[in-house]
């Protein structure tokens, strides 16, 4: 296989960072990770032009924006145990959602961030939402959780990363802070905006929104989505509080800070599913000292590289046993850097009752997709299914969620191949096409070893199917 992604090696000290990135005598260095909550690639720096994120995009000016970044999995939990672990869901165990009743948890033997961390004198710390399961996994030395929605109030999290950053004083660091903007509310039906004390209310007019191409253009859809872009401006402050605090602080000059959204957009057709606008991500890395700055980095980027970076860059040891991802701090000031042309996606479940495991590799311009059980109908996460755009579509039975058919949406062949450059919405599978056959066998091959490479269970399935 081409990739380097299932090298049998772990990544951290594999490829040498640049000079300007290299450890000093004193290891102080510092990482802020931060995480929104559901957040599609919707910001000024991705393009667009409504939207007020002038913090994420003054982050993408000083660093770095990956283009193609690409969550293993577009569901939160999940998603996120491939961030502090360096893993796929299936190897690590972090099948679908931590919190009861769904009750999924990491392997024990699994080694995560702050468990690396704090072997070799790391202060970690988690603000707000972490949503992985177990402790024992996951040893954060300071939490700050707040109460109630503490996951919205982001003067609150700014606060708690001031008090994290004064007990980290001296040492290194790792600073996890998932936001909970822009999730739709504990209300599926609304996103939780309302006033916030120390935060501007920006109110987006629906008539302004941009409806992506695979939602119907529909009055509720639209307001939802204005709802959605509230959220997303009130992260954005959020972002730029904690980056004061960080500045004030005196850490900036050693501390690399990493933006990403967990999954896609909580819109149906995106979270929860296999399409680009499901696990297509916002992806931003500033480094200090970084030479050449506000670089657009189109290299194929996997969540499964976030703890070979946040490795590489404390200077720490990996695991001792293979990760699924490697270093970005290498190509951080490429455009086009050669060798990350594909990445794996790997679903098994959302919440406990959303069954629905596939696996698939995604290069520059194909994607292709096993279903594992194709007899299934492909669930929409609960927060998805009650929303008003949802709901709409259910009442008005479109045929049509915007360039896609309602029912293809729900409904899979064994096997898709898609052709992202003339069809990036994933509308028309080649899959039964005579010339893309060769191609077909290639990329399913590439699956398959994936598969074998990283210990995924459900290759029995393919086994009892087969007959062998």
Not at 134 to 140: D, E
């Amino acid at each position: 296989m081409a990739t380097e992604t299932l090298t049998r090696r772990a990544f951290a000290g594999e490829l040498a960072a640049p000079a300007f990135l290299r450890q000093g005598a004193k290891n102080t260095r510092g990482v802020i990770l931060l995480i929104g909550d559901d957040h599609s690639p919707v910001a000024g720096c991705y393009g667009n032009r409504v939207i007020a994120t002038p913090h994420l995009d003054g982050l993408a000016a000083r660093g770095v924006r990956f283009s193609h970044a690409f969550c293993t999995t577009a569901s939160c939990s999940a998603s996120r145990s491939v961030i502090l672990t360096g893993l796929h869901n299936h190897a690590s165990g972090q099948f679908g959602h931590a919190h009861a009743p769904h009750n999924f948890h990491t392997h024990e033997r699994i080694l995560s961030i702050p468990r690396l961390g704090r072997a070799q004198g790391v202060f970690s710390g988690v603000i707000a939402k972490l949503h992985v399961n177990p402790p024992l996994v996951y040893p954060f030395d300071f939490t700050g959780s707040g109460a109630g929605d503490f996951g919205r109030n982001v003067p609150g999290i700014a606060q708690a990363a001031a008090e994290f950053l004064k007990k980290a004083e001296g040492r290194p660091f790792y600073l996890h802070v998932g936001y909970t903007d822009p999730h739709r509310g504990g209300d599926p039906t609304r996103f939780a905006n309302r006033d916030y004390a120390g935060v501007r209310r920006r109110i987006y007019s629906p008539a302004d929104v941009v409806v992506p191409p695979f939602l119907p253009d529909r009055p509720e859809v639209r307001r939802e989505l204005a709802e959605y872009y509230q959220s997303i401006d009130r992260l954005d402050q959020g972002i730029g509080m904690l980056l004061d605090v960080l500045e004030k602080s005196g850490r900036a000059r050693d501390t690399l800070v990493i933006y990403l959204g967990d999954n896609g957009m909580p819109f149906p057709g995106a979270k929860g599913s296999f399409y680009d606008s499901g696990n297509r991500q916002p992806l931003i890395i500033a480094a200090p000292g970084q030479r050449n700055r506000g670089i657009v980095n189109r290299g194929m980027a996997s969540f499964t590289d976030i703890l070979p970076t946040v490795i590489d860059w404390l200077g720490i040891p990996g695991p001792g046993y293979p990760l699924h991802g490697r270093s970005l701090l290498p190509v951080l000031e490429q455009a086009d850097p050669p060798g990350r042309e594909e990445v794996y996606l790997s679903h098994t479940f959302h919440e406990i009752n959303n069954y629905y495991p596939y696996r698939a590799i995604r290069t520059r311009r194909y994607k292709y997709v096993k279903f594992l059980f194709p007899e299934l109908e492909m669930p929409l996460p609960s927060d998805l299914f009650d929303s008003p755009t949802w709901q709409g579509i259910l009442r008005r039975k479109d045929e049509f969620m915007g360039k896609r058919r309602t029912a293809a949406v729900l409904r899979h062949a064994g096997e898709e191949l898609y052709d992202l450059e003339n069809d990036p919405e994933e509308t028309t599978s080649l899959a039964a096409s005579e010339a893309h056959a060769a191609l077909l066998q290639e990329l399913r091959g590439k699956v398959r070893k994936f598969r074998e490479e990283t210990g995924d269970p459900w290759l029995i399935v393919d086994r009892q199917r087969e007959g062998s």
